[in-house]
């Protein structure tokens, strides 16, 4: 029962239903309430109209003061005269009439053999009074209804002389109302059963096709959008059905264009080269890219909070409300190695002013903070390889003018210095100049082609004296038939020169340079030098060309060294489409190649 009124159809056909059953059982009651009335009211007017047909001749009879038998003849005449009549015209023969004398005696009745003659009707006198009077009695017997019906008789001088008294079983009308009341049943309960069955025919309409929408509807939730509602009717139904289909459509189109807007940004995402993460007001990760992922080292799930994937220095609260900048330092898979990051915190806002979360955007500036840390190094170095010369010569020349002056031979040794020291700055100023002018690309190269041997053997002979001295063998080494190189010549002997000299510094007594000139493919020629010197740790060699590099910054100082020569290198062998490197074995000897290009691969092009 519960159940069924949990569904509109049957809700609707019980709540019709009781509708129709008291609106029918109002309309019965009423009209059988008034039904009885009018039957009641035409019953009783019955009666007084036979009462008034006995009236005169009764009040003549009882006015002539005559005997009683003989009044009593009299009147029981015309209560026959009056039955046959009743008789005659099909009136009821349920009625009793009674004449009563002015005490209330019954003088005759109606009924045959009747045992109320001579007795006194105290029903009649109870109801003295009034001209005439009404009532429905019921027999306690036989608990039947019978209307009373009673007419006093005065004579002129208005005394009562007798009473007419009428009684009439009042069955045959109940027997007519009840079965005008089964009648009016009888039609209500085929009315009630019709209406039901159209209410459900009806409801049906209407239910069906809503039955079908809720089942649209369940499956739209499940994300199935390509199903249609059939649209049956062209009223409320069949336009909420069309209103329906109409709405799947653009939630089917506005979903796909949804789809695409996400892959849209799922592809900018993974494609931008900035780290990008997003938050909620709260900080937990809603969106990521893979960039952010590869910096950091580690994987990030969404719902990840920000604090714990990126080790930030501020502490940032959130829901954040202005743009927030910092630099991470990170060490995703090394220790050793960084990683410099600029991340970039906006807050997003929803409207004017609610804060929904933020965007991270991740920016590797790893190459800038080295290129910074490069800077800031170099000009602490320049200024440090400037002040060390000019310390020594500001010392001397003190002393001289202290009076060393005057003792020609300290004088002249400290005038040595100062010159030797000088001169040191001056070469310092010089390279950088060069470095500097081949930073800015500004240098002239004068490129031609030229024989290895042209190139090499005056090296050779430049450091040959020099090594003889050192007690150090040098040797040239070149490769038959190489073909041209096309180089700078002056730039070139600066470059052999120093990768030569750091050789000869760096071999003690007793060692070998070696220098070895190879075709090492098609395009290229390879130069080495080869010493069997001090050698360079490992963890030094790929730092050799950084500028003011040095190993041993005290040793290489009183070497003579300020640690450009070899970035110079690396520039002008650069600036030829070279390449240069450096194999060592700390303490057994260090090696330096480094390419240049044969005719046919620089095609004398000058820069
Ligand atoms: N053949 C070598 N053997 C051992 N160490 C070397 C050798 N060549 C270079 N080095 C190391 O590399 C460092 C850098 O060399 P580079 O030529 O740039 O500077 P430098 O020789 O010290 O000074 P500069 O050449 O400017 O006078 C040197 O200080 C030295 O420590
Ligand atoms: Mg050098």
Request: proline share 3%; with cysteine.
């Amino acid at each position: 029962m519960l159940q069924a009124f949990k569904n509109l159809q049957w809700k609707l056909v019980v709540i019709f239903s009781l509708l129709i059953l008291i609106s029918v059982q109002l309309i019965g009651v009423t009209f059988l309430n008034s039904l009885q009335k009018f039957y009641s009211d035409d019953f009783i007017n019955s009666l007084r109209s036979q009462a008034n047909l006995l009236s005169s001749p009764m009040t003549q009879v009882l006015e002539e003061n005559k005997s009683l038998t003989e009044t009593k003849k009299e009147t029981d005449k015309f209560l026959k005269q009056l039955l046959y009549l009743n008789t005659k015209n099909g009136t009821t023969t349920t009625v009793e009439i009674e004449i009563l004398d002015d005490q209330g005696y019954v003088l005759s009745s109606s009924t045959e053999n009747s045992k109320n003659i001579g007795k006194k009707n105290l029903r009649a006198q109870n109801a003295t009074g009034k001209l005439d009077s009404t009532f429905i009695r019921r027999d306690r017997a036989t608990g039947k209804d019978y209307q009373i019906y009673i007419k006093q008789l005065e004579n002129t001088n208005q005394q009562r002389i007798g009473t007419i008294y009428i009684e009439a079983s009042l069955d045959p009308i109940y027997a007519k109302i009840r079965r005008i009341g089964e009648l009016l049943f009888r039609s209500s309960s085929v009315t009630l059963v019709a209406t039901a069955i159209l209410i459900i025919l009806l409801s049906r309409t209407i239910t069906t096709p809503l039955k079908e929408i809720t089942q649209q509807a369940t499956a739209m939730a499940a994300g199935d959008f390509n199903q249609q509602v059939a649209v049956k009717s062209d009223d409320e139904i069949g336009r909420l059905a069309r209103a329906f289909n109409y709405l799947a459509a653009h939630l089917r189109r506005a979903l796909s264009q949804n789809e695409e807007e996400r892959e849209k940004l799922e592809t900018v995402l993974a494609n931008m080269s900035d780290g990008v993460l997003a938050t909620d007001h709260k900080g937990n990760i809603i969106v990521k890219n893979s960039w952010v992922e590869k910096m950091i080292g580690s994987e990030i799930k969404l719902g990840d909070r920000l604090k714990d994937v990126l080790p930030m220095e501020d502490n940032i609260v959130f829901p954040l409300d202005h743009v927030h900048e910092e630099y991470i330092e990170l060490h995703p898979n090394d220790p050793n190695s960084f990683m410099m990051i600029k991340a970039t915190f906006t807050p997003i806002k929803r409207g004017e002013k609610e804060l929904v979360g933020l965007i991270a955007v991740l920016s590797d500036v790893t190459e800038e903070e080295k290129l910074d840390r490069q800077r800031k190094d170099f000009v602490a170095n320049v200024s440090h390889e400037l002040r060390t010369p000019l310390t020594t010569i500001k010392s001397y020349l003190e002393a001289l003018k202290d009076g060393a002056i005057h003792q020609p031979d300290i004088a002249s040794h400290f005038l040595n210095v100062a010159d030797t020291e000088a001169e040191r700055m001056a070469r310092l100023i010089s390279d950088l100049l060069q470095l500097s002018r081949l930073d800015a690309r500004e240098s002239y190269f004068d490129k031609q082609p030229i024989t290895i041997e042209h190139l090499l053997q005056p090296v050779y002979e430049r450091f040959s004296m020099t090594c003889k001295q050192k007690d150090i063998a040098l040797r040239l080494h070149i490769d038959d038939g190489l073909p041209m190189v096309v180089v700078d010549r002056d730039k070139m002997d600066q470059v052999l020169d120093n990768i030569v000299s750091n050789a000869v510094k760096y071999t003690p007594a007793s060692g070998s340079i070696t220098i070895k000139a190879i075709q090492s493919d098609s395009n290229m020629v390879q130069i080495s030098i080869a010493d069997t010197g001090l050698g360079i740790p490992k963890q030094d060699i790929s730092r050799l060309f950084e500028r003011f590099y040095r190993v041993d910054k005290a040793r290489s100082r009183t070497l003579g060294g300020t640690g450009l020569g070899l970035s110079i290198a690396q520039e002008i062998v650069h600036s030829h489409n070279g390449e240069i490197w450096i194999e060592s074995e700390y303490e057994q000897g260090t090696t330096v190649f480094f390419t240049l290009p044969t005719r046919s691969e620089a095609n004398g092009t000058d820069q």
